[in-house]
């Protein structure tokens, strides 16, 4: 395998040299791209120092904070336009573990089309969380999984590695959600495709140093995403078809 790990930064200055010595740790022969939107913490500037100490490192330097989604985006359009074949996304926070990486990858090796890092299947955990914080992440996963029919414990786990082949039948670029509701989607159209899904077991963990970047207002953006796929795909194409000639 050719992977690309594909790392969104924003004011990242405070982890992104420790994360990527231990992404060259946990995977010496991975690439690692970091996508970063003009961090004024010089997050950029500091991730190609590193690429030049620990090699196999880029930086690509967008102009102004386009989210996460926008971010994945590019960074898949890049590792596929160099020939990767297994595209990673993980935080650049620490909040996942470097030392998963191989495990990840095994699964796709093993023939998954997307091998997810996940919190709710048995092994997985997230030790720092609170149990109201909990019950929400998993109860949004549980409803994502019922309206969309969606075989998935962690759908809005943004640990996850995909096949090049996975990538290219989703058609990754028309994808618009950001945050957790770009997670499901990109799930729920491998799903649809015809891919296989793993989930792998992992401890998620809060960030140690810097500031959250999710909000509530992406949380309800990707309940009422779920909701509105539902409604298009199981119910009005549903009736679109009974009433056809």
Known sequence: MRPLVVLPTYDEAANIGVVLERIRAAVPAAHVLVVDDASPDGTADLAAEAGRRLG???????????GLGSAYRAGFRHGLQAGHDVLVEMDADLSHDPDAL???LAAVDAGADLAIGSRY???GSIPDWSWHRRQLSRWGNRYAGAVLGLGVHDATSGFRAYTAEALARIDFHTVRADGYGFQ?????????????IVEIPIAFVDRVRGESKMSGAIVVE???LVTWWAV???ILRRSTSRGAP
Not at 56 to 66: D, F, N, P, T, Y
Not at 184 to 196: C, F, K, L, T
């Open 56 to 66: 196999q490192i880029e930086v690509l330097r967008r102009s102004a904070k386009g």
């Open 102 to 104: 191989p495990e990840l």
């Open 121 to 123: 299947v048995p092994g």
């Open 184 to 196: 499901i989607e990109m799930a729920y159209r491998v799903q649809r495709s015809g891919g296989r």
């Open 222 to 224: 990707a309940l009422g």
């Open 232 to 234: 298009r795909d199981r």
